[in-house]
């Protein structure tokens, strides 16, 4: 990863991981008001990559975690040193999500419109071999193993569709409303989404990992989802990111619910992907229909909402690919006997 500072020299590489050396410097700041170290940070660089993602991640967590789980390091959100390190690593992550759609997606059609870029970005790779690997062959811990980094339709999704309708109007408003109104349960507080979350989480027994102990490719599908909704200046990307998440997770809960009946789960696992595997093909085609269809006369929200939806795709073909090897092994060792033939396993 490539940083400049502000004069436009190169930076100089850190020693010692970033991440760590931000926490400590906003903990001492918040336990004794010496910001020192917080300003030392001004031009500082990632060690590498992974680096540079659970950076943000910290940065993009003093404005979306719980205030009670902060321990006071809010104050410093809007630092000098905080905001130089947030521009610089934001421009990094940019390039690189260009450079990954670039890469492992196909180009966009020419004069393809919105609606229909994110239809046909939704079905490449729309069930990843490692979903039919849960469903059929995977064990109780690893299917437990791979929940604890998939977090569902993503964790905290309700943050997500609320910070998104800042700022818009009309049908679109209304659209996200809707959504951000089946997160909260319609009402029922029981059925929360995040509170159905925490049933499959004390169900199954996932550890909520921490960032900077998840791998690279989980880590940039997190900070992903944050950046785009702290940024003003990316709302387009953010509403064909978040579009395509509703888009696909429909039949990819269907297949986790196709694992924990074969695995007979606890009761309370199912309901959370239940209710996702019914809902979400509903907001995706609301999203689609009302939302994208109508911000997407306009030029900039329809390059915008094309672009988060490739880098939505990118960022998660990657992800389940490495979540596929993580568990299954290399592709060329895997086991000629794993059925992952999608027309097969449909069809059962």
């Given at each position: 990863m490539t940083l400049r500072n502000h004069g436009g020299g190169v930076a100089l590489r850190s020693p010692t991981p970033l991440e760590g050396r931000l926490r400590g410097a906003l903990r001492q700041a918040s336990s004794t008001g010496d910001d020192g170290p917080l300003r030392a940070l001004v031009g500082a660089e990632p060690a590498d990559g992974r680096d540079g993602l659970a950076t943000l991640a910290v940065i993009h967590g003093l404005s979306m975690s719980p205030v009670d789980e902060l321990a006071r390091t809010e104050v410093w959100q809007h630092h000098p040193s905080v905001a130089d390190l947030r521009w610089r690593l934001e421009a990094s992550l940019v390039e690189r999500l260009d450079a990954l759609a670039d890469e492992v997606l196909p180009d966009v059609p020419a004069g393809e419109g919105a609606v229909a870029a994110m239809r046909r970005l939704a079905r490449v790779d729309a069930v990843p071999e490692v979903y039919r690997w849960l469903a059929e062959r995977a064990t109780l811990d690893e299917l437990v193993g791979f929940l604890t980094l998939e977090g569902g339709p993503d964790g905290g999704f309700d943050d997500l569709v609320a910070l998104c309708q800042?700022?818009?109007?009309?049908?679109?408003?209304?659209?996200?409303?809707?959504?951000?109104?089946?997160?909260?349960?319609?009402?029922?507080?029981?059925?929360?989404?995040?509170?159905?979350?925490?049933?499959?989480?004390?169900?199954?027994?996932?550890?909520?990992?921490p960032a900077r102990d998840q791998p690279e490719p989980a880590l940039l599908r997190g900070v992903l989802g944050s950046f785009l909704a702290l940024s003003r200046a990316h709302q387009p990307e953010a509403v064909g990111a978040f579009g395509l998440v509703e888009l696909q997770a429909g039949p990819r809960c269907r297949w986790v619910l196709k694992a924990l009946d074969r695995l007979d789960a606890p009761h309370d696992a199912v309901p959370f992907y239940a209710e996702h595997a019914e809902a979400d093909p509903r907001h995706g085609k609301d999203w689609l229909d009302e939302a994208v269809a109508e911000l997407a006369s306009d030029a900039r929200w329809a390059e915008g909402i094309v672009r988060g939806a490739r880098w939505r795709a990118a960022v998660g073909s990657?992800?389940?690919?490495?979540?596929?090897?993580?568990?299954t092994g290399p592709a060329e060792l895997r086991r000629s006997d794993v059925d992952l033939d999608p027309g097969r396993a449909r069809a059962s």
């Open positions: 800042v700022g818009l109007s009309g049908r679109p408003k209304l659209v996200l409303a809707a959504n951000y109104w089946d997160e909260m349960g319609r009402g029922d507080l029981d059925e929360v989404h995040t509170a159905l979350h925490r049933r499959l989480g004390a169900a199954l027994g996932l550890d909520g990992q990657a992800f389940f690919a490495h979540a596929l090897e993580t568990f």
